[in-house]
């Protein structure tokens, strides 16, 4: 049986820093802290970042959320960590959490969930009987 050395209990800091419309290209770009190997030291092995349009569902079910692709490799614990989700609908309300794990197996906590709502980008009809 798999015995657990060690748990990554620290959570991880999620802030929504910016939210940009590039196109038709919805983008959020998220930032926290990298947490470590062992609690908060050292340095992790991978993320994982998942969001749903749902907070209960994905604080309840963290696996059930849509993985987000293309993640960089965790920094040493305390260092600042950035990336920009795209390909989200506009005008849309999104929950994002991360969970890190170890070399060996071992998952952090789900992170606090942040909450961001997409840029809305369907313009008013044009009006028509101005006189
Ligand atoms: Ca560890």
Do not use: H
Request: a negative charge; aromatic letters at 8%.
């Amino acid at each position: 049986m798999f015995k657990v050395i060690a748990v990554i209990t620290a959570l991880l800091c999620l802030i929504v820093v910016a939210c940009k419309l590039e196109g038709q290209t919805i983008s959020v770009n998220l930032t926290w802290t990298a947490t470590g190997d062992d609690g908060m030291v050292g340095t992790a092995t991978a993320y994982d970042l998942r969001y749903d349009l749902d907070s209960t569902a994905l604080a309840n079910d963290f696996s059930g959320g849509t993985p987000v692709m293309g993640l960089p490799d965790p920094k040493p614990s305390g260092s600042a960590e950035s990336f920009t989700v795209v390909g989200l609908l506009p005008n849309t309300t999104y929950f994002f959490a991360i969970k890190a794990v170890d070399e060996a197996g071992n998952w952090s906590e789900i992170s606090n969930i942040v909450r961001k709502i997409t840029p809305d980008l369907t313009s008013p009809a044009a009006i028509t009987d101005l006189q």
